[in-house]
T-cell receptor
Framework: NAGVMQNPRHLVRRRGQEARLRCSPM?????VYWYRQLPEEGLKFMVY????????ESGMPKERFSAEFPKEGPSILRIQQVVRGDSAAYFC?????????????FGPGTRLTVT | EDKVVQSPLSLVVHEGDTVTLNCSYE??????LLWYKQEKKAPTFLFML????IEKKSGRLSSILDKKELFSILNITATQTGDSAIYLC???????????FGQGTTLQVKP
């Protein structure tokens, strides 16, 4: 499967626990974007990363949320001390370096439920 | 503040009908506008539009951008039940690949 991979597809966490969401970009892509889709709302940009660099984190909440894209391995979106309001679908997208960064291909998403 | 408005919010048609979906936008440092189709999973890439007035086509779907009037339309001809989905418009803002999504148009195509 050469598409964007995300895991897990569904994640249930209790309030106060940590959630780790993983994203492997399409083969050959080195730019990763995370978006969040709250219930009944549109997709909202969170962060844009290249390998080992955060390029734009203007959409990330100031506290509890962090993202990384290491030299090896998938990109990780980490949410510490989750609260019910974090329940949402989290989508990862990737694009090809050197091309139009807006041409983004999305993964299937991780649906986070906080109980 | 960046703004994207899609209309109509929802639409019900019958197979064979033609539909036009609208997207108006106000974003800073506009570069490109994308259309996606979202069923119960990942948004699927349809079109990326960068130049004004040039229609892009893919089968029964076509789209065009007007950068002067700040809008785009997505046309679907001879609709099929498989076209039922949420259609998302997303202009790009800034130079960092940030997409600003509209709330989407929910299309239902009845047999």
């Amino acid at each position: 499967n050469a598409g964007v991979m995300q895991n897990p597809r569904h994640l249930v966490r209790r309030r106060g626990q940590e959630a780790r969401l993983r994203c492997s970009p399409m083969k050959g892509h080195s730019h990763v974007y995370w978006y969040r889709q709250l219930p009944e709302e549109g997709l909202k940009f969170m962060v844009y990363l290249q390998k080992e660099n955060i390029i734009d984190e203007s959409g990330m909440p100031k506290e509890r949320f962090s993202a990384e894209f290491p030299k090896e391995g998938p990109s990780i979106l980490r949410i510490q001390q989750v609260v019910r309001g974090d329940s949402a679908a989290y989508f990862c997208a990737s694009s090809l370096a050197g091309s139009n960064p807006y041409e983004q291909y999305f993964g299937p998403g991780t649906r986070l439920t906080v109980t | 503040e960046d703004k994207v408005v899609q209309s109509p919010l929802s639409l019900v048609v019958h197979e064979g009908d033609t539909v036009t979906l609208n997207c108006s936008y106000e974003v800073t440092n506009f570069r490109s506008l994308l259309w996606y189709k979202q069923e119960k999973k990942a948004p699927t890439f349809l079109f990326m539009l960068t130049s004004s007035g040039i229609e892009k086509k893919s089968g029964r779907l076509s789209s065009i951008l007007d950068k002067k009037e700040l809008f785009s339309i997505l046309n679907i001809t001879a609709t099929q039940t498989g076209d039922s989905a949420i259609y998302l418009c997303a202009p790009g803002s800034s130079n960092t690949g940030k997409l600003i999504f509209g709330q989407g148009t929910t299309l239902q195509v009845k047999p």
